[in-house]
């Protein structure tokens, strides 16, 4: 009985699928653009850039530069570990970093009367299928000109800071 069920179920989902309308031409070409401007928004949301150094290094220019700036650090993720343990057998190294000006976030609460989001202190450090060092992390820069007032100058004093942080290591 239990398999007559969901032979049913099935035969009626298949069937619901064959009679779902498609899509037009003109729908599909709207949704390839509204695909295409989530992208481009996702691109100008984060600031990926090459590092000058080697990924150990990186990650540690990056602490220790934190740590120098009085900025709170939290845990080092080994997403490639992760990732592993997951199953996948080729994932690359890639650390994720918790770290974020001194008391970046409260400025933001403030600055935004509560309404907005803390901010994700986060970086990552990743290698490229060809060798090459990325970070990549929230662009600040662009999240202040999207805002007004005490929250756009906030936000663009934190990316300042973030700014000189990075300075000698990304290219």
Same mark, same amino acid.
């Given at each position: ?11 009626c989902?298949l069937s619901?699928?064959?009679?779902a309308p498609q ?17 481009q ?15 150990d290094e ?6 220790? +530069? $934190?740590?120098? !700036?009085?900025? @709170?650090? #939290?845990d080092?993720?080994?997403?490639q570990?992760?990732? &592993? *343990?997951?199953?996948v ?8 970093l918790?770290?974020?000006p001194? +008391? $970046?976030?409260? !400025?933001?609460i @403030?600055? #935004? ?8 202190? &986060? *970086?990552?450090?990743f ?13 600040l820069?662009?999240?202040?000109k999207?805002m ?6 906030v ?17």
């Amino acid at each position: 009985m239990k398999k007559l069920v969901i032979t049913l179920l099935a035969c009626c989902s298949l069937s619901a699928l064959a009679q779902a309308p498609q899509p037009s031409k003109e729908q599909l070409q709207q949704m390839m653009v509204a695909k295409q401007m989530q992208m481009q928004m996702m691109a100008t949301l984060y600031d990926l850039r090459y590092s000058r150094f080697g990924f150990d290094e990186t990650v540690t220019a990056i602490r220790s +530069g $934190a740590e120098k !700036r009085g900025w @709170k650090l #939290g845990d080092v993720h080994d997403v490639q570990a992760e990732m &592993r *343990t997951a199953g996948v057998k080729d994932a690359r190294r890639m650390k994720a970093l918790g770290l974020c000006p001194a +008391g $970046a976030n409260e !400025r933001v609460i @403030k600055a #935004g009367g509560g309404k907005a989001p803390p901010l994700p202190c &986060r *970086t990552t450090v990743f290698e490229t299928a060809d060798g090459k060092i990325n970070v990549v992390r929230l662009n600040l820069h662009t999240l202040a000109k999207g805002m007004q007032g005490d929250l756009s100058r906030v936000l663009g004093e934190l990316a300042a800071e973030e700014d000189a942080l990075y300075k000698g290591i990304l290219e």
